[in-house]
């Protein structure tokens, strides 16, 4: 075991890559359930629940595990949120013209474009082309969007859509029709306390130095959470739980190329692979900054074996019949649990795999419980910020943008894409006036071309 995964040499354990690959499991375990929810949509997009679910389960578990064993690289992976719901929406929004067999073709034609991209090693320039300032700034970024994640679904932070009319005079004056204004969740809702509880309960974990911290954290909140009536048992007698998977209900290669030929999608497979390429992209750099990869030799190396991996999950996610599988931002949680290698994700897609039989039991976890744990994974990702030089404006404002946008839109591939506009115009102008402004690489010269186009012609859809 040590001498497959490295143990020593990255300054590691079996245990402490246990906890960790646990940690990441329980931290993105709800995407069992939400997967399949939002690509059913109650049925209307002709997807099967137990379908859907099963290929999340089996996608997730598999590619979670390739990754460790070949790449020996700390990072899980699983159909992708925001991803999913633009799967389900160009099928609902289509009037019945476009199935969810032609979404799942251009998935997978998708995940072929990006096999391609990573062979030719064109994503992998991408770590030579972007500056380590951004580097930074995306990793940061991605902390303060884990943090979203967890105020949102703990119910800490609200979103409220208040009139004009309703606005009180003077306030919010730039209010045209409506606005979406931020709040304090109700502090007499049990999951908000609860929450706040595991919040309070981890952090004295990690202030303690505890190993283990995250993991304890999130079992001591579900058993207070179990104390205060937030558990629902009732999943686990209830005559709709599956104890056994049912696999010949998989969704098996539901494919429709002729379709998909005369129906004219290349905006749909256009916006999947340009999603994927940037959220994959931060994803893995703030996953590899955070576990000290990239600073070691064979760092960038492992980065481009990992994308390969992900390029492949893409479309066996596609060919098991869910959503664009990739690389998950809540890997993070058990990095910051001290996982460093591949046994972390060969024990987080092992957790995915026995998901498919201890379903009930996995949804005991209260959402509360692992929105603390994301909102501390936040805190500690925000530490990369110290490396970012913002008294160098031409990386400072870029990386600026780069951290705000991806939270305060809800969307990684937004704030990478306003980091690689803003670098490339900052720092053209001030070679071109002499203010030793740094050399724009041909790469971001390209990605600064494709993001211009992709907003004019999808807005700011995906």
């Given at each position: 075991?040590?001498?497959?995964?490295?143990?020593?040499?990255?300054?590691?354990?079996?245990?402490?890559?246990?906890?960790?690959?646990?940690?990441?499991?329980?931290?993105?375990?709800?995407?069992?359930?939400?997967?399949?929810?939002?690509?059913?949509?109650?049925?209307?997009?002709?997807?099967?629940?137990?379908?859907?679910?099963?290929?999340?389960?089996?996608?997730?578990?598999?590619?979670?595990?390739?990754?460790?064993?070949?790449?020996?690289?700390?990072?899980?992976?699983?159909?992708?949120?925001?991803?999913n719901a633009y799967f389900a929406t160009?099928?609902?929004?289509?009037?019945?013209?476009?199935?969810?067999?032609?979404?799942?073709?251009?998935?997978?034609?998708?995940?072929?474009?990006?096999?391609?991209?990573?062979?030719?090693?064109?994503?992998?320039?991408?770590?030579?082309?972007?500056?380590?300032?951004?580097?930074?700034?995306?990793?940061?970024?991605?902390?303060?969007?884990?943090?979203?994640?967890?105020?949102?679904?703990?119910?800490?932070?609200t979103i409220a859509v208040e009139t004009?009319?309703?606005?009180?005079?003077?306030?919010?004056?730039?209010?045209?029709?409506?606005?979406?204004?931020?709040?304090?969740?109700?502090?007499?809702?049990?999951?908000?306390?609860?929450?706040?509880?595991?919040?309070?309960?981890?952090?004295?974990?990690?202030?303690?130095?505890?190993?283990?911290?995250?993991?304890?954290?999130?079992?001591?909140?579900?058993?207070?959470?179990?104390?205060?009536?937030?558990?629902?048992?009732?999943?686990?007698?209830?005559?709709?739980?599956?104890?056994?998977?049912?696999?010949?209900?998989?969704?098996?290669?539901?494919?429709?190329?002729?379709?998909?030929?005369?129906?004219?999608?290349?905006?749909?497979?256009?916006?999947?692979?340009?999603?994927?390429?940037?959220?994959?992209?931060?994803?893995?750099?703030?996953?590899?900054?955070?576990?000290?990869?990239?600073?070691?030799?064979?760092?960038?190396?492992?980065?481009?074996?990992?994308?390969?991996?992900?390029?492949?999950?893409?479309?066996?996610?596609?060919?098991?019949?869910?959503?664009?599988?990739?690389?998950?931002?809540?890997?993070?949680?058990?990095?910051?649990?001290?996982?460093?290698?591949?046994?972390?994700?060969?024990?987080?897609?092992?957790?995915?795999?026995?998901?498919?039989?201890?379903?009930?039991i996995a949804g005991l976890i209260p959402?509360?419980?692992?929105?603390?744990?994301?909102?501390?994974?936040?805190?500690?990702?925000?530490?990369?910020?110290?490396?970012?030089?913002?008294?160098?404006?031409?990386?400072?404002?870029?990386?600026?943008?780069?951290?705000?946008?991806?939270?305060?839109?809800?969307?990684?591939?937004?704030?990478?894409?306003?980091?690689?506009?803003?670098?490339?115009?900052?720092?053209?102008?001030?070679?071109?006036?002499?203010?030793?402004?740094?050399?724009?690489?041909?790469?971001?010269?390209?990605?600064?071309?494709?993001?211009?186009?992709?907003?004019?012609?999808?807005?700011?859809?995906?």
């Amino acid at each position: 075991m040590d001498r497959f995964f490295k143990l020593k040499e990255h300054g590691s354990s079996v245990r402490t890559e246990i906890l960790a690959g646990l940690t990441t499991f329980m931290t993105m375990a709800y995407v069992l359930a939400v997967n399949p929810n939002i690509l059913t949509a109650g049925g209307a997009t002709g997807m099967n629940w137990t379908a859907v679910f099963l290929a999340t389960a089996i996608a997730a578990g598999v590619m979670t595990i390739a990754m460790g064993l070949f790449v020996n690289f700390p990072v899980a992976l699983a159909p992708g949120m925001g991803l999913n719901a633009y799967f389900a929406t160009v099928i609902l929004a289509s009037a019945g013209t476009f199935t969810y067999q032609m979404a799942l073709t251009a998935v997978f034609i998708s995940g072929i474009i990006f096999i391609i991209l990573t062979v030719t090693r064109i994503r992998q320039l991408l770590l030579v082309a972007v500056p380590d300032g951004l580097k930074h700034a995306i990793t940061v970024g991605i902390g303060l969007f884990i943090t979203i994640i967890g105020l949102k679904n703990s119910g800490l932070m609200t979103i409220a859509v208040e009139t004009a009319s309703d606005v009180p005079k003077g306030k919010y004056t730039d209010l045209q029709s409506f606005e979406s204004i931020l709040h304090l969740g109700s502090l007499k809702d049990p999951n908000v306390i609860l929450a706040l509880v595991g919040l309070i309960v981890i952090s004295v974990l990690m202030v303690m130095r505890v190993r283990g911290a995250i993991l304890f954290g999130i079992l001591i909140t579900t058993v207070i959470g179990m104390l205060m009536g937030q558990v629902d048992f009732s999943i686990l007698s209830s005559p709709e739980t599956k104890w056994v998977p049912d696999l010949s209900q998989l969704a098996l290669a539901h494919f429709d190329f002729p379709g998909v030929m005369n129906t004219g999608i290349i905006t749909v497979i256009a916006t999947f692979t340009f999603v994927e390429l940037f959220d994959t992209f931060g994803t893995m750099v703030g996953t590899a900054n955070r576990a000290g990869i990239l600073q070691k030799p064979d760092g960038k190396k492992r980065l481009g074996k990992a994308m390969f991996v992900d390029a492949i999950g893409v479309s066996a996610g596609a060919l098991l019949g869910t959503s664009t599988v990739t690389a998950y931002v809540e890997s993070s949680a058990g990095v910051a649990q001290g996982g460093r290698t591949g046994l972390t994700s060969v024990t987080t897609g092992i957790c995915f795999l026995l998901a498919l039989f201890l379903a009930p039991i996995a949804g005991l976890i209260p959402g509360s419980a692992t929105a603390a744990a994301l909102i501390i994974v936040g805190v500690l990702m925000m530490q990369s910020v110290r490396e970012i030089d913002f008294t160098n404006l031409v990386i400072g404002i870029p990386a600026f943008l780069t951290i705000v946008f991806m939270p305060f839109t809800y969307n990684i591939s937004n704030g990478i894409s306003l980091g690689i506009v803003s670098y490339v115009i900052l720092a053209f102008i001030a070679n071109a006036a002499g203010k030793a402004g740094e050399k724009v690489h041909w790469l971001m010269w390209i990605l600064f071309v494709l993001v211009i186009l992709r907003y004019i012609f999808t807005g700011s859809e995906g």
